[in-house]
């Protein structure tokens, strides 16, 4: 066998490796080794357990129908579990509604008083939880769980055999005819929630009401449902409404009075006894059915109930001006909302507004031309406001009737404008510079894409000036001046103006076919009669503590007014806007002795029917139409509207200062004739005539003069009561 050759000096790779490097090698060639090892027998000892674990749960293998036993336990606890994950997702929204002191929370009380500081109505709280559970009738109680809850003491805050029930009544009936919710759950809708029917507050509702059956005894929550509930006519709670409803206290209510009262849980509004009393007492014979149905009493326990129903004290509903009362609550409530977190008062006393003749006229006005003119027309609803210049609201009319209908159209129901938001475009135009009252326009045919707007006598007018563009309503030019100056600086300027609802920028924009409210038309409406200047229209004009003590004051903490149009954009929109009046589509709104700029306003298929005016004293808006959206009998805004109009103003016009109107200086009056010289004056229900009325400066003075009155009686010392006087006489006498 040859020998290996010697190693080449001359050639590196031949040479034997140094000692360090040969180490290196082998500690690197062992590493390798011992980590395929482990790996290796880890893999081993996996396959070892996995063999073991497999041999030991044959042991538990099942067939037949224990499989599918097995199966289907295991397949809902995996659900169960995700369900539970979900439901603490969805229940943790509803408990953070009682992270405050829930129980002690204050609620908010409000007196308003009108103009001159009298007593107009009350909103909020008015309740007294003071009546301990056992003082209250045992009939009465039997009532409100026979109608509301009958199976209270049985479930845990959710009637789950009520609510399938209920369902299933409902499916039959086609319709909503009987409520699922327990008692606990309308008290937890009572105290954390809103009355919206939506899904996220049912859910909310449900979880709250397991929240309060794990805190409270039943008959805690039973005590705090009987308190705490709405009841109509701003009480809250059973005692508050036996005292308003019938003057006395729910300890002293009999079975036909009780079943009145537990009628009024369900709507109250609806069967407030006040409002409408045979409903009312249609509802409290239900509430009777319910106690014999359930076995809480006889049929000939009831039967003089039966025979001889309640009858509440007269409150004279007609008299509250519930829809003023219901937007002057909400604005207290903002108010109330940036008072200072450490101010604890929860009561206060109001003064608005409200001028409690023109509110009335304003009623009077819009029943009579319903009842006169709405079934010709085929109108069923109106809404009106009634603003001072600076934007103090008068008068307001949320629709025909109350007590049928608290949704109030003059604050919350989105209609189109129509022709009555042409000043808009207008305004913006002659705001360019561009554009003057006689700057000659042409009324041509103009389409946008396939959309080919017309005018309202399918004509066209030719060369004409812009002011008798205006006059005479027509659509074409008014679409022409929004392409030139751009849709989107129209919405700018009506937003600055006191638009608050959302405008839509669409080709249909400049003839109205955004939607906002009635007081949106009086806000913006109000800047042409305010010379320009912004305006926030308010019905709160100053807030006092029960003791005197003063709280807010718009004129000192309200928004403070600042310019919107230019002075001579006023002095050349408000003339053509009176033209719009004296010569074109308004003349039904003239009034004698006064110049009056406005506009009227109709929609497609005469849907919406509009007169929005003004004088240098008021500025109204006016709707007629219907809630569900049908379309009147040809209703243009210079009918109905404009003659509605001219009755309220004309009344609310007589016996004071008149002002003229930012930019048409001292004016003649126009001459009446035809329709408007014929009309019939407003006659108010009890002969009540427009008195001449204070003016600004005046009213305030006497404001003024009853502070500093109450100011003195307060440091006068305190008068020695009967008691201490008798006390003091000789006896024997």
């Known amino acids: ?92 929204p509803a408990f953070q509604e009682t992270s405050d002191d829930w129980l002690k929370r204050a609620e908010l009380s409000v007196v308003f008083q009108d103009r001159y500081g009298n007593i107009i109505g009350e909103r909020g709280i008015r309740h007294n939880d003071t009546v301990p ?51 606990t759950q309308q008290l937890a809708k009572n105290l954390f929630l809103s009355n919206e029917r939506t899904l996220e507050r049912k859910i909310k509702e449900a979880f709250l009401a397991l929240w309060l059956e794990f805190h409270l005894t039943k008959n805690q929550i039973l005590k705090l449902y009987l308190d705490r509930a709405y009841m109509g006519g701003g009480s809250f709670g059973v005692d508050a409404a036996a005292q308003y409803y019938f003057g006395k206290s729910v300890r002293d209510v009999n079975l036909a009075e009780a079943a009145m009262l537990a009628g009024l849980f369900k709507a109250p509004s609806k069967f407030a006894p006040h409002v409408n009393l045979p409903a009312a007492r249609g509802r409290a014979s239900v509430v009777l059915d319910n106690l014999v149905d359930a076995g809480f009493m006889t049929e000939g326990q009831v039967f003089g ?37 450490s101010y604890a008062e929860r009561s206060f006393v109001v003064r608005t507004a409200l001028d409690p003749n023109i509110q009335k006229a304003a009623d009077t006005a819009i029943r009579d031309s319903l009842r006169q003119f709405g079934k010709d027309y085929n109108a069923s609803q109106s809404a009106m406001v009634i603003l001072e210049p600076n934007g ?78 205006l006059t005479r309503s027509l659509n074409t030019v008014a679409v022409k001046l929004a392409e030139a100056i751009g849709r989107g600086r129209i919405v700018d ?51 006092r503590t029960p003791a005197g003590e003063p709280v807010w004051n718009f004129d000192r903490n309200g928004p403070k007014p600042h310019r919107v149009i230019p002075e001579n954009i006023i002095g050349m929109i408000n ?4 033209s719009v009046v004296e010569n074109g589509t308004g003349r039904r709104a003239m009034l004698p002795g006064t110049k009056v700029s406005g506009k009227t306003g109709t929609t497609n298929a005469y849907r919406d029917a509009w007169f929005v005016g003004f004088t240098g004293n ?26 509605t109009w001219q009755k309220v103003m004309a009344f609310a016009h007589q016996g004071i200062e008149l002002k003229p109107t930012p930019g048409l200086g001292n004016q003649p009056p126009p001459k009446l004739d035809g329709a408007v010289a014929q009309a019939t004056p407003l006659e108010i229900e009890g002969g009540i005539q427009r008195p001449v009325t204070l003016s600004a400066q005046a009213a305030e003075r006497l404001l003024r003069l009853e ?21 003091r006489m000789p006896a024997g006498n």
């Open 1 to 92: 066998m040859p020998e290996p050759a010697a190693p080449d000096p001359a050639d590196p790779s031949s040479q034997p490796p140094p000692r360090r490097g040969r180490r290196l090698r082998h500690a690197l060639l062992a590493l390798d080794s011992w980590i395929d090892s482990t790996i290796y027998a880890a893999g081993a000892r996996l396959r070892s357990a996995w063999d073991s674990y497999v041999a030991f749960t044959e042991r538990f293998n099942l067939q037949g129908p224990g499989r599918w036993i097995a199966g289907l336990a295991s397949e809902g606890m995996t659900w169960g579990a995700v369900g539970a994950v979900v439901m603490l997702a969805l229940a943790l």
């Open 133 to 183: 559970l056992e003082e209250f009738p045992d009939h009465l109680i039997k009532a409100v769980l026979a109608t509301e809850d009958r199976r209270f003491y049985e479930h845990f805050g959710i009637d789950i055999p009520g609510t399938f029930r209920a369902l299933l009544s409902n499916a039959r009936a086609g319709g909503v005819v009987q409520g699922g919710s327990s008692l």
């Open 305 to 341: 109930a039966r025979r001889n129903p309640a009858t509440p004290v007269d409150r004279k509903l007609d008299d509250v001006p519930e829809y003023y009362l219901d937007f002057a609550f909400n604005e207290v409530k903002g108010i109330v909302d940036t008072l200072p977190k």
């Open 392 to 469: 103090a609201v008068r008068a307001m009319v949320g629709g025909r009737d109350y007590g049928e209908s608290q949704f109030n159209r003059a604050t919350d129901a989105l209609r189109q404008p129509g022709s009555s938001f042409k000043p808009y475009v207008y305004t913006a135009a002659l705001m360019t510079g561009k554009y003057k009252p006689d700057t000659m326009v042409v009324d041509g045919p103009i389409c946008i894409g396939n959309w080919c707007p017309q005018n309202y006598g399918r004509s066209y007018a030719g060369r004409i000036p812009l002011i008798t563009a």
């Open 493 to 543: 300027l009506a937003h600055a103006m006191g638009v608050r609802s959302e405008l839509k920028i669409t080709r249909a924009l400049p003839l109205g076919a955004a939607e906002v409210t009635v007081l949106d038309q009086a806000t913006g409406y109000a800047v042409f009669a305010n010379n320009g200047m912004s305006v926030s229209p308010h019905a709160v004009m100053e807030m």
């Open 575 to 578: 003339p053509m806007l009176n």
């Open 618 to 643: 008021y500025v109204g808006a006016i709707w007629f139409g219907n809630d569900d959206y049908a379309p009147t009998r040809k209703m243009t805004g210079g009918t109905l509207p404009a003659m």
């Open 707 to 727: 502070k500093l009155m109450r100011e003195a009686a307060a440091t006068l010392p305190p008068r020695p009561t009967a008691s201490i006087d008798a006390a």
